[in-house]
């Protein structure tokens, strides 16, 4: 069993590949409970190679969104 599960899903604009570790995880955008948190604390932030979190937000499913509440 775990103590702690920690997720990192963004280091800044860094993109890091290394053996057991990659950020921003790359299916980062899929599930709705990844990203909407971050959009709520920083809507600002840029996901490396997709754009600002505010606008990738949007582009969830309304459908995943309700499931995230």
Do not use: C, N, Q, W
Request: cysteine-free; glycine content about 6%.
């Amino acid at each position: 069993p775990r103590t702690l599960d920690l997720d990192v899903v963004l280091y800044g604009d860094r993109v890091v590949r290394e053996p057991g570790l990659v950020i921003p995880p790359p299916r980062m955008l899929a599930p709705a409970f990844v990203l909407v948190p971050p959009a709520e604390i920083a809507p600002e932030a840029h996901v490396p190679g997709h754009g600002r979190v505010a606008d990738l937000v949007t582009k969830i499913d309304s459908s995943a969104m309700m499931k995230v509440s």
